[in-house]
Each structure stands twice: as C-alpha cells, then as structure tokens.
C-alpha cells in the first residue's frame, strides 16, 4: 500500500507540480475558508473572503462585532449564509474568549486534544477539522474528501463506503507523517477531480493515473 500510495503521490506531483496550498494569508482566513468552502465552489468563498476583508472582518476581534445580519451580507455568495454565520461567528469568539484573540493559540496543545476541541466547535466536522490542522496548524493529519473517496474508489484501493476515519488511516498508517506531504497530496487530489476525475464523466484521456486505474471509464 505505501508504494501504491507513493506512486499516485509521485505521477500527480509530476504533472501539476507543488499547488501551494492553502490559498490563504493568515490562519484565521484560512480558518474562514475551511468554513465557507462546506458545499460549495471555492471561486463563492473567493467572493466571501474579499469582502470580509474589504470590511475589515478578517480578523477574530473585528468578526465578532458584526451584527449576524452584517456577517451574513458579507458571506451570503458562499452559500448557507444563515448557518455559516454561525459557524464563523462561534469560531471567532472561542479564539477572542480562550485564546487571546490568537487563532493559533486554538491549534496549540496535543493533536488529539486540539482536534477534539475543533471538532466540538459547531460547524466543523473532521473534514474542516482536518483542514485547519494541517493547513493552519501545520500539523501532519491528512484530509479526506469526496475527491479523495472519489478517486481512490476508482483506482481500486478503497470500496468508496469506508468511514471517513478508516480512509484517513490508509494514508496516516502507510505514509510517513509529513504536513508538507499531506499538503500537497490533498491539494493534488483536489486538482486531479477537477481536471479529471469529474464526478460523472472522467476525463480519463491524459489523466496521470489512468494506467494504474480500475474504472470502468477509461474506455469509454
Ligand atoms: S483514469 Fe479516469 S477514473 Fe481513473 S483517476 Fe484518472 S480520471 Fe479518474
């Protein structure tokens, strides 16, 4: 399985090169985005952030003092507006009220511990969990998403009906733990199902993996 693993590694990251993850500026936006991003395309997100930021708001003590109706308007292109809102705002008084107003302050700690105490924000699941680990927290966890069930169901290493944490130990027991590895993996999982591996009809042609894939597409 670690070769298998090191092989797709390899074939993406020589296709599409680093992807230099996340596209964010500081932890906390990176924070925001992991939040915004929940069901929806990254270019709304995109539209969120840059109005969050035209307002000022990318900041945990600057978030807290908008109304829910500002916070809303802000972030509406992103989708469940009403919900998100009380995602972000949740996230931004836990890091004023606990942490000082430091959103690293939030992933300091053991990972198990910090993870649990993300995990008991509302909002964040293990996926956003997971992100904001690794991505704002540095820390070796790797990310699994829909991509990622996706495109290992149709290579063939996993059956597609694995529990979230089952497919996360595949990679966390088979590959050495490496944030700057699980780093990039994810985010070249990410490119490959957009560029390739759509949901309902793969691109199989050019695909960097389609020697080594078990679907039924790549025929067709
Ligand atoms: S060969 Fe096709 S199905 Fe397989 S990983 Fe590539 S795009 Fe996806």
């Known amino acids: 399985m670690t070769a298998r693993l090191q092989q797709v590694y390899r074939e993406l990251l020589q296709r599409f090169g680093p992807q ?24 709304n997100v995109e539209r969120s952030i840059a109005a969050l930021d035209d307002a000022g708001a990318l900041l945990p003590r600057a978030m807290v003092k908008l109304s829910t109706d500002e916070l809303q308007e802000l972030i509406r292109s992103s989708g ?29 700690g053991e990972l198990s ?53 089952a497919i996360q130990a595949i990679f966390m027991d088979h590959l050495p733990h490496d944030a700057s590895l699980f780093n990039e993996y994810h985010a070249l999982l990410v490119h490959l199902a957009k560029v390739h591996c759509l949901s309902r009809k793969p691109r199989c042609e050019g ?8 679907n039924i597409f790549k025929t067709g």
């Open 20 to 43: 230099h993850w996340w596209p964010a500026r500081s932890p906390f936006e990176m924070m925001v985005g992991a939040i915004l991003t929940q069901n929806t395309a990254w270019r």
């Open 80 to 108: 469940f507006f009403r919900q998100k809102s009380r995602y972000l705002h949740s996230l931004a008084q836990t890091i004023v009220n606990e942490c000082q107003g430091d959103p690293l302050a939030l992933l300091k």
């Open 113 to 165: 511990a910090v993870r649990r105490r993300l995990l008991a924000l509302p909002g964040i699941g293990p996926e956003t969990a997971d992100s904001i680990l690794l991505y704002a927290g540095l820390q070796p966890v790797f990310v699994v998403d829909a991509y990622t069930r996706r495109i290992f169901s149709r290579l063939g290493v996993l059956t597609g009906d694995e529990s979230y944490s």
């Open 207 to 214: 695909c960097p993996l389609v020697g080594e894939c078990e």
